[in-house]
């Protein structure tokens, strides 16, 4: 059990890079109101949550009626999983974590940023999505396995709103080398992951043996 809480919130953390994402949700909310900037982050993590928990429940029975086996969606999802990974390593934006140039633009001129772009794809991205639904199948319908899943995900998701809270002293705290030096350490272990991933994917669907 041990590993597979050591695994749920490396997946978790990386993808949803709550350090990361403080910096950015202090230059989207610079100039707005304390107060409205807290209901801001907690609006924006509780859309997030539910997006993630949702994914969570359904992400499986999606893929049965789309007709895609767990096996190609794990070999797909680590290979997403690689991509977010290398942005990490390489202290890069692609839009696989965080918001792209264009969207943060847009998030600027809007007056509430909680669902785009602080819930959808900062929190909820394509990353965390992949990572939920890869996480939970690999739970094999195993309760206690899926309690401990949904478990590390609520307290990273919680993390994610005690950051948000204190953004600017995070910031501060750390400084862009600091977040990068972070980032680079999870990317490395994100990278190990998403290979396991992808090897799981292959011997799920039985191409070794062909």
């Known amino acids: 059990m041990t590993d597979l809480i050591l695994t749920t919130a490396i997946a978790f953390f990386v993808t949803i890079d709550p350090i990361g994402l403080g910096p950015m949700f202090a230059g989207l909310t610079a100039g707005m109101d304390p107060a409205y900037r807290r209901r801001t982050a907690i609006k924006g993590v ?3 949550a539910g997006l993630l928990f949702g994914f969570a429940f359904v992400g499986d029975i999606l893929l049965r009626a789309l007709g895609i086996g767990v096996g190609a969606f794990r070999i797909a999802g680590g290979i997403l999983l690689l991509l977010v990974a290398i942005d990490m390593v390489f202290a890069r934006e692609s839009g696989l974590r965080t918001a792209t140039e264009d969207e943060k633009q847009e998030a600027r001129h809007r007056a509430d940023i909680s669902v785009f772009p602080l819930a959808i794809p900062l929190i909820a991205g394509p990353g965390a999505m992949t990572s939920t639904v890869l996480l ?3 739970a094999n319908g195993d309760l206690l396995s899926e309690v ?3 478990g590390v995900l609520a307290a990273v998701l919680l993390g994610t ?4 809270l204190f953004a600017g002293e995070v910031s501060r705290l750390l400084g862009v080398t600091g977040i990068n030096v972070i980032n680079r350490v999870l990317g490395i272990l994100l990278t190990a992951l998403a290979c396991q991933f992808v090897i799981d994917g292959v011997i799920e669907s039985g191409m070794l043996g062909r």
């Open 46 to 48: 509780l859309i997030g």
């Open 148 to 150: 401990i899943v949904l």
């Open 161 to 164: 709103l005690l950051t948000l």
């Open 136 to 138: 939970m199948g690999r």
